[in-house]
T-cell receptor
Framework: QKEVEQDPGPLSVPEGAIVSLNCTYS??????FMWYRQYSRKGPELLMY????GNKEDGRFTAQVDKSSKYISLFIRDSQPSDSATYLC??????????FGTGTRLKVLA | DAGVIQSPRHEVTEMGQEVTLRCKPI?????LFWYRQTMMRGLELLIY????????DSGMPEDRFSAKMPNASFSTLKIQPSEPRDSAVYFC????????????FGDGTRLSIL
């Protein structure tokens, strides 16, 4: 079993939809949780960064961490075609070593 | 501010040739990471430097891979000799030191070994 599991998609939604992206993990020592967005032929770009459990909101994006269920989510409200990208979750246990999900491809249709 | 800069963006070469990938981290960052990204395995950490010193190279696949960081503003990843299975996108990332510091990525080098 991988330490971090992420549905690869692709996920296609109409413009304006609410998108939910998820990762599950097995290591209860993970404390820091990140979401990166990666456009085609570009590097991963940090989108959201949270510590421990709870919610964090930034504009149209909300990151949610449920440590009891070992489950993290990224919600995108009012999705736009420009949100079409691959979304990678990442987490670490307080060291330099990030464990990444394999990414979910999202396509927002105009 | 300039982000992480990698060169070249694309490299196509024949099997057996030496390949050198270059990275300039964000100024002031003292941690540097080299990753490899493939469809099958996602992002894999190859090596981690802290203050120019290699701390963890357990992800380097074979002796054919080597990395150096001669100063705080430059790092190289070398593959010699290259093989077709080395074809992937190689990313460099940098961060400030500290467990709560996020990593910032360059745009990668897309490497194809024929």
């Amino acid at each position: 079993q991988k330490e971090v599991e992420q549905d690869p998609g692709p996920l296609s939604v109409p413009e304006g939809a609410i998108v939910s992206l998820n990762c599950t993990y097995s290591n209860s020592a993970f404390q820091y949780f990140m979401w990166y967005r990666q456009y085609s032929r570009k590097g991963p770009e940090l989108l959201m960064y949270t510590y421990s459990s709870g919610n964090k909101e930034d504009g149209r994006f909300t990151a949610q961490v449920d440590k009891s269920s070992k489950y993290i989510s990224l919600f995108i409200r009012d999705s736009q075609p420009s949100d079409s990208a691959t979304y990678l979750c990442a987490m670490n246990a307080g060291t330099y070593k990030y464990i990444f999900g394999t990414g979910t491809r999202l396509k927002v249709l105009a | 501010d300039a982000g992480v800069i990698q060169s070249p963006r694309h490299e196509v070469t024949e099997m057996g040739q030496e390949v050198t990938l270059r990275c300039k981290p964000i100024s002031g960052h003292n941690s540097l990471f080299w990753y490899r990204q493939t469809m099958m395995r996602g992002l894999e950490l190859l090596i981690y430097f802290n203050n120019n010193v290699p701390i963890d190279d357990s992800g380097m696949p074979e002796d054919r891979f080597s990395a150096k960081m001669p100063n705080a503003s430059f790092s190289t990843l070398k593959i010699q000799p290259s093989e077709p299975r080395d074809s992937a996108v190689y990313f460099c990332a940098s961060s400030l030191m500290g467990q709560d510091q996020p990593q910032h990525f360059g745009d990668g080098t897309r490497l194809s070994i024929l």
